[in-house]
């Protein structure tokens, strides 16, 4: 079993959305996903109540529980663990943290969402993790290169330390219709635009895991 913690000092950058579409795609034949919802907002049992089935399972915890739960999923024959925080609790977001065999930074290509990322990189680095940072809610690619926008964050990114994700998920009105539906875009639009970033993104978070 590996886990994924998705974390970010500040709200709104899409921590709880890439939560869902990950967990969608990592599930497969034998390979069972289990989803932790350890945010007190339980925006991610929100959507997982809108969904059709039980699949992913989800579990809701403190993160301080992650210790002993997680042994049991991976008993149980859990594939992938993925793991949603809290924007402010430090202590919380460091537990699901150590947890992890990956931790996933989001942000937003503005400048204030950037400025943010220091304190998340940082407390990643104190409990001896190295994060991948994830653009996300980016313009969408309108020619062959990178807006500005992203390029410049990527930049910025990199000038802080961090290992940034070559894939960027781009904000979409398909991934609004999908999450209030209860589905992911690669559910509600599987051969959309949105839908080949999440799965672009999702093989490049199985190499790092591999790696």
């Known amino acids: 079993m590996q886990t994924i913690t998705i974390a970010a000092r500040k ?3 899409g921590k709880t959305t890439l939560a ?3 967990s969608v795609i990592a599930a497969g034949p034998g390979k069972p996903v289990l989803l932790f ?7 991610l049992k929100w959507w997982w109540d809108l969904r059709i089935g039980d699949t992913p399972a989800l579990v809701e915890c403190d993160a301080r529980e992650l210790v002993k739960i997680l042994p049991a ?14 924007p402010h609790a430090e202590n919380s977001i460091a537990d699901a943290m150590r947890a992890a065999d990956l931790v996933l930074v989001p ?3 503005g400048p204030f969402d950037l400025a943010a990322v220091a304190t998340t990189l940082d407390l990643a680095q104190r409990v001896g993790k190295t994060p991948l940072a994830i653009i996300n809610h980016a313009p969408p690619r309108t020619g062959q290169g990178e807006p500005a926008i992203i390029a ?3 930049e910025t990114l990199i000038r802080m330390g961090a290992t940034v994700a070559v894939s960027v998920i781009s904000q979409r009105v398909a991934m609004s219709h999908a999450v209030i539906g209860g589905q992911t875009v690669n559910e509600f ?9 999440m799965v672009a993104l999702w093989s490049e978070i199985q190499a790092k895991l591999k790696g």
């Open 37 to 43: 919802d350890t945010d007190p907002q339980r925006s």
């Open 73 to 86: 999923a991976k008993q149980e024959g859990v594939a992938y663990a993925i793991v949603d925080t809290p």
């Open 189 to 197: 639009e599987p051969n959309g635009r949105a839908a080949a970033e």
């Open 11 to 13: 709200g709104g950058v």
């Open 20 to 22: 869902t579409h990950l």
């Open 107 to 109: 942000t937003r290509p």
């Open 152 to 154: 410049e964050a990527r």
